[in-house]
């Protein structure tokens, strides 16, 4: 099993900037793959950011060029950073792992962003 605890969301002008952390309870060499997702009000939840084991990465196209998602090995964290935060950001952002067939979510953490 893998637990994941997130922090770092909150309250933030447009144009401000936000960092969330995912930190899990396994070493990331074992995850298969990482992701951010996000859950707006009356909306499904998608991708926001996701990283592979090669360290590849993909973003959704409304964010590219604004959010950044990477992994500190040691820390066993991945991190979003998200700049330039528009409204539209807004959302509760959870952090999910793939680990031995078996996708792993955090509890989520809320991003609110005011114009």
């Known amino acids: 099993q893998v637990q994941l605890v997130e922090s770092g969301g909150g309250l933030v002008q447009a144009g401000g900037s936000l960092r969330l952390s995912c930190a899990a309870s396994v070493s990331i060499f074992r995850l298969n793959a990482m992701g951010w997702y996000r859950q707006a009000p009356g909306n499904q939840r998608e991708l926001v950011a996701g990283?592979?084991?090669?360290?590849?990465?993909n973003y959704a196209d409304s964010v590219k060029g604004r959010f950044t998602i990477s992994t500190d090995i040691a820390k066993k964290t991945v991190y979003l950073q998200m700049n330039n935060l528009k409204t539209d950001d807004t959302g509760v952002y959870s952090c999910?792992?793939?680990?031995?067939?078996?996708?792993?979510w955090g509890q989520g953490t809320q991003v609110s962003v005011s114009s």
């Open positions: 999910a792992v793939d680990f031995m067939g078996r996708r792993y």
């Open positions: 990283i592979g084991r090669d360290s590849s990465t």
